[in-house]
């Protein structure tokens, strides 16, 4: 199945909403090739011969009938239609909010053209924010805080959540569960600039003690896993402005934090695949490979360039 | 009648000038609309290229054919140029050429109003491109969400174009509705009561309320938002206490309506055609004529429905959700009047009966991908999906565009005096309706495998790349059956057969004219006794008859018959101003006046401020020959 398709869904904030869809799809259906049958047996029924046939002729003498057709399309129509709107409102009032009190909040902050996610905890020491890459437990509700930085984007993981705005000066808030573990992919529902298109998420669904190694792994800093080199004095010196890497001292936000960057798997949301020679090509020139982006060029020596993606490569 | 001394006296009063100068300062509704209709099928062939463009950059993934920011500008100056430079003008131009004929008037209610409607049209069509060829054509989406098209967010002058041209183009908007408005209100033929008028008249007059209710509503938003850019205002800035939703409010409160303003009146034409080609009138006038009432009226309470996923609360869109399922309930209405009409009918299968029976297949898919999206959640899935580019396409194109091609075919010989060519015509009628439907049906398909819209380009591990690829192949297709047809006018213009008065021989006032029309329209103003005048001596509607060929003469200067809004009962003469360059003076000076504002130019405002300002008081300065100065 294509990762956006979404005629199959897999949890309970979208599953009726599914069902719904395909039940309004078959109503839609149906009504389209009732139609077209009346129109083509109504082009092409046999007739009985005029009388007096000329080139001046009508097919009626005077302006009445037919007007039964209007009282029973519209009849009909009318209880398709309350009996449609009923449904709607039922799925809708299912899905405003999860059936249980949500194991956990998300807060994704959403800016040209990626994904920052927060994760919020009541103990300070619990709070955590990685990139483009939102794990959540099987089979347990996750509540979503939608914000943005700068212009209107869309939070959309098709198979798990259908669209919700992220609206600077607004928090908006969604929902999602998983009822089976797997990846999710998720895209930028909402113009957004050039780089629309290249504004996607994934959504993991870990079992309840992968997602909690995963959460304890995310909450330890860097130093512990990667030791200092050149690379990491070019990567303080080029890339730290933008850049946090916990446990450094230069720690930019304009940019993805990278902190265990090397747990994720793809790189400039959604764009290329997290691999050395991926991560280095964009490194040197992510003009390039998404061109608009907010990454300017680096102008590294070869040598520095090395230094640093081997140095990054070691973020797990 | 033709030919008589009145006439030649009657010619001599309306006919204008001949060559430069009479094609500048005419106010003949019938040039007037005939170079609406041109202009618009001119916008709509650079919106087809710009479409063909896209579809080349979509037809296989990662393609690089078209920068990001060139894709952003062509997908909106494709919608900007459909939806404001084609859909609606072309309809007006439609309505323009005809009222009067159909009305049984010598123009419309104020001339010189009307010509300038057209110029300011015109003029703001160009305005809106003037910063296409420096590459920094408006960029927003034609729906120009801020914050993006915030300063901060895109500095160029590509927003500011779009706000100014948009304020510009409202005046036209503005003027030309008001003009047909007064125009049903007071020039319809004597007899011609409000329940006896063409159903084209219903739908214009219908969209034309609605646009001076909703037109407001998106000439402040974008004066707003050139306020915020320019003038330092904090309307949409939400650091600064403002309300980016508030303009998706404004927006839409404009934008649906506007939707049913583009469709209505080409409904209005099928109603008024396609029983022309049943040998019997349209089943359920009455209802059709209220349900497109009707239809605006609940037009206005949909428009949360383009904002179901902004995050208002669920109560609210359950209201703008009921509401936009009852709305289908009067195009229900309107279907089953043509199915009737076709059923109870003897079709003849003439050109425009196949633009027309298509449209109601067009109207049908359109209108139930529709009511779709009318369901909140669902809609959550679809909304900024292909799905719903599929959907406004069914509607914009199945609405439009083929009621507006077979409205061509059905009135070129009034226009022209020719027929065209039949063969030709079905061709393209093959060619267009094959071709649509290969281009959109599939996007619904896309759409729900998950493809957003306004994406310049996708990864082949998604499975977009077969259905964009029959896609391009069907947009092609769709591009040949139109050049087609456009061929087949220029063929007819010139050899088409000789079409004499009625060649349809169908119901309405204006097929009783010569065709071409002469500048006058009628000879004599008609006296109106039935719905469809020309088909009373083969019905039996009772034994009153219209009268064609006598009635008020009215050859003392440029007169016509002013009537009472319901009943049409005579009520007055009306004195018509004849040609001047006014319109187009004033014109002139407004545009002037936006493109200072454009470039900051504070003296060209003022000079252009006062140049419009005295073309204003000359137009309205009083004279003897409309009867404003007592003898």
Not at chain 1, 191 to 201: D, E, I, P, T, V
Not at chain 1, 264 to 292: C, E, H, T, V
Request: hydrophobic share 50%.
């Amino acid at each position: 199945m294509n990762p956006m398709a979404y005629q199959r869904t897999f949890g309970p904030a979208i599953d009726p909403v599914t069902r719904l869809g395909w039940g309004l799809g078959i109503v839609a259906l149906s009504v389209v090739v009732i139609i077209a049958v009346l129109l083509l047996s109504g082009i092409f029924r046999r007739r009985a011969a005029l009388h007096g046939a000329g080139s001046r002729s009508l097919a009626v003498r005077s302006d009445s009938g037919g007007v039964s057709w209007i009282y029973m399309g519209t009849g009909i129509s009318s209880i398709v239609l309350i009996f449609c709107m009923v449904w709607t409102m039922i799925v809708t009032a299912a899905v405003s909010r999860p059936p249980e009190l949500p194991a956990l909040t998300v807060q994704v902050t959403a800016s040209q053209w990626w994904w920052s996610v927060r994760y919020l905890s009541p103990d300070p020491a619990r709070i955590f924010i990685t990139a483009n890459e939102i794990h959540i437990p099987v089979g347990q509700p996750v509540r979503l805080e939608l914000i943005s930085s700068d212009v209107i984007h869309s939070f959309w993981i098709p198979q798990l959540a259908g669209k919700m705005d992220m609206i600077p000066g607004q928090t908006n808030v969604s929902w999602l569960q998983a009822d089976q573990t797997g990846v999710f992919r998720g895209q930028c529902a909402a113009f957004c600039g050039a780089q629309h298109a290249h504004m996607a998420l994934l959504v993991v669904a870990d079992s309840a003690r992968d997602f909690a190694a995963w959460q304890d792994h995310q909450l330890e800093e860097t130093p512990e896993t990667a030791p200092a080199s050149a690379g990491q004095r070019v990567f303080e010196q080029h890339c730290g402005v933008c850049h946090t890497i916990r446990g450094l001292s230069p720690s930019g936000i304009r940019g993805p934090d990278l902190t265990h960057l090397m747990t994720r798997r793809s790189l400039a949301a959604g764009l290329l695949p997290n691999r050395p020679g991926d991560l280095a090509a964009w490194i040197s020139n992510p003009q390039a490979l998404k061109p608009g982006a907010r990454m300017p060029a680096q102008l590294l020596t070869g040598e520095e360039l090395a230094g640093v993606t081997q140095w990054l490569n070691q973020l797990y | 009648m033709e030919g008589s001394p009145s006439s030649a006296s009657l010619r001599k009063t309306w006919e204008g000038k001949p060559g430069l100068a009479g094609w500048l300062s005419t106010v003949d509704h019938k040039e007037i609309g005939k170079r609406y209709i041109v202009t618009a099928f001119i916008f709509l062939l650079i919106g087809g290229l710009e479409a063909l463009a896209i579809r080349l950059q979509l037809a296989r993934p990662n393609q690089t054919l078209l920068t990001p920011e060139q894709y952003s500008q062509l997908f909106t100056m494709h919608g900007v140029t459909m939806i404001f430079l084609y859909a609606l003008p072309v309809l007006s131009g439609f309505s323009n050429y005809l009222w009067p004929l159909l009305l049984g008037s010598r123009d419309m209610a104020f001339p010189r109003l009307n010509a300038m409607s057209y110029w300011v049209f015109l003029f703001a069509g160009v305005f809106l491109y003037s910063s296409f060829p420096l590459g920094k054509a408006p960029d927003g989406g034609w729906f120009n969400y801020v914050p993006y098209a915030s300063l901060a967010y895109n500095p160029g002058p590509n927003i500011d174009v779009y706000a100014l041209g948009m304020v510009l183009l409202g005046i036209s908007t503005t003027v030309g509705s008001i003009n047909f408005v007064v125009t049903l209100a007071r020039t319809r033929a004597p007899g011609m009561s409000i329940n006896r008028v063409p159903v084209l008249v219903w739908g214009t007059v219908t969209a034309s309320v609605g646009n001076l209710l909703a037109v407001p509503a998106v000439s402040l938003a974008f004066l707003m938002l050139w306020m915020d850019r320019q003038a330092g205002t904090h309307f949409f800035d939400s650091a600064a206490g403002g309300q980016p939703l508030l303009w998706q409010h404004l927006f839409w409160m404009f934008g649906h309506p506007w939707v049913y303003a583009i469709v209505l009146p080409a409904m209005g034409i099928v109603s008024d055609a396609l029983p022309v080609f049943c040998r019997r009138p349209l089943v359920g006038y009455t209802a059709v004529a209220l349900s497109t009432v009707t239809t605006m009226v609940l037009g206005f309470g949909v428009w949360v429905h383009h904002m179901f996923a902004s995050g208002l609360p669920i109560l609210s869109l359950s209201f703008f959700s009921a509401a936009s399922f009852v709305i289908v309930i009067p195009s229900a209405v309107a279907v089953f009047a043509w199915i009737a009409t076709i059923w109870t009918g003897r079709p003849v299968f003439n050109a425009p009966f196949l633009f027309f029976a298509g449209f109601v297949l067009l109207f049908v898919i359109g209108g139930v991908s529709g009511f779709m999206t009318a369901a909140v959640p669902v809609d959550w899935q679809l909304t900024r999906t292909y799905f719903v580019i599929a959907h406004l396409h069914y509607v914009l194109i199945g609405i439009n565009v083929f009621p507006v091609l077979g409205g061509i075919i059905y009135w070129f010989p009034k226009v022209t005096g020719r027929l065209m060519n039949e063969t030709l015509g079905k061709w393209s009628f093959w060619i267009s309706f094959t071709g649509f439907n290969t281009a959109f049906f599939p996007m619904h398909i896309l759409g729900i495998l998950g493809m957003p819209r306004r994406i310049y380009t996708y990864a082949d591990r998604l499975g977009w790349g077969t259905p964009n690829l029959v896609v391009s192949i069907g947009a092609f297709i769709f591009a040949a059956g139109i050049l087609l047809f456009l061929f087949n006018v220029f063929l007819s213009l010139g050899r088409g057969k000789a079409a004499g008065d009625n060649p349809w021989d169908a119901s309405s006032l204006e097929w009783s004219t010569s065709s071409p029309p002469p500048p006058y329209n009628f000879a004599v103003i008609p006296i109106v006794a039935s719905r469809y005048p020309l088909w009373e001596d083969i019905m039996d509607e009772g034994p009153e008859r219209s009268s064609i060929g006598r009635g008020l003469l009215l050859d003392k200067g440029r007169e016509t018959v002013g009537t009472s809004p319901l009943d049409a009962e005579p009520d007055v003469i009306l004195k018509m101003p004849g040609d001047t360059y006014l319109p187009l003076l004033l014109s002139l000076a407004i545009t002037v006046l936006f493109v200072s504002m454009l470039l900051h130019s504070r003296w060209g405002s003022y000079a252009a401020g006062f140049a419009g300002l005295l073309a204003t008081v000359c137009w309205l300065w009083p004279q003897r020959a409309l009867g404003q100065i007592d003898r």
